[in-house]
């Protein structure tokens, strides 16, 4: 008899493991970018560490997210050189690339 209820408490600890782990969750809001000929891109919910490219030189990006952005100057996210961008805040400048950090 106890070796069934070890195995049950064994289940539902898993089970309570595996309800909880959860992938990461996008930040909610959006994200959007503005160049100076006219284009615009709205990013809804942008996941995390997730790269979206930008327009490059003269680009405003507005972020209405709840969380903190990385805008990079390359179209990949890959330099070194980035500039975050917190919740409510807009950006002037060459914006190759954004990703969401939270």
Do not use: K, W
């Not at 408490?9 to 909610?28: E, F, I, K, N, Q």
Request: glycine residues 8%; negative net charge; hydrophobic residues 40%.
């Amino acid at each position: 008899m106890r070796r069934i209820s070890a195995l049950s408490a064994m289940a539902a600890a898993g089970t309570l493991v595996l309800a909880c782990a959860s992938p990461a969750s996008a930040a909610p809001g959006f994200v959007r970018l503005y160049s100076s000929d006219g284009q615009v891109a709205t990013v809804v919910d942008p996941e995390p560490f997730v790269c979206h490219q930008g327009f490059g030189d003269d680009t405003a990006v507005v972020n209405r997210t709840r969380g903190t952005i990385l805008i990079f100057p390359d179209f990949d996210c890959r330099t070194r050189i980035f500039d975050p961008v917190e919740p409510g805040e807009d950006r002037y400048g060459s914006i190759g690339s954004f990703q969401a950090l939270n």
